[in-house]
């Protein structure tokens, strides 16, 4: 059974930063490509920042480009969201998430396994 635990949400000021981590178990975490995705109550889910297993590709939101870093640890099961200068509208529960991507990162679709979430709460 495949299964997800992130860790790293908290409550953060605008312009501070959170290392996401989502660690996975029951799957070799290579066979998949793993996104982040966040989502408000009430609102559907949407893609953070994706990568892929294999051929290095990524996506990245518009509204985290640049400020965004996906990385993944295949030894350790392990994928990583790094966010820089947070805002408030970062403000969601973001949940580990094996997708589906388009050639060179162009889109990311989630698809089956998904974690619990972690909180994040940027305020001022």
């Known amino acids: 059974q495949a299964h997800f635990v992130e860790s790293g949400g908290g409550r953060v000021q605008p312009g501070g930063s959170l290392r996401l981590s989502c660690v996975a178990s029951g799957f070799a975490l290579d066979d998949y490509q793993i996104g982040w995705f966040r989502q408000d109550p009430g609102k559907m889910a949407d893609g953070v920042a994706c990568?892929?297993?294999?051929?290095?590709?990524?996506y990245h939101a518009n509204n985290v480009a640049g400020r965004s870093t996906i990385s993944r640890d295949n030894a350790k099961n392990t994928v990583y969201l790094q966010m820089d200068d947070l805002r408030p509208d970062n403000t969601a529960i973001y949940y580990c998430?094996?997708?589906?991507?388009?050639?060179?990162?162009?889109?990311?679709?989630?698809?089956?396994?998904w974690g619990q979430g972690t909180q994040v709460i940027v305020y001022s």
């Open positions: 990568i892929s297993n294999r051929f290095g590709s990524e």
């Open positions: 998430v094996t997708v589906g991507m388009g050639l060179s990162g162009t889109y990311c679709d989630a698809e089956k396994y």
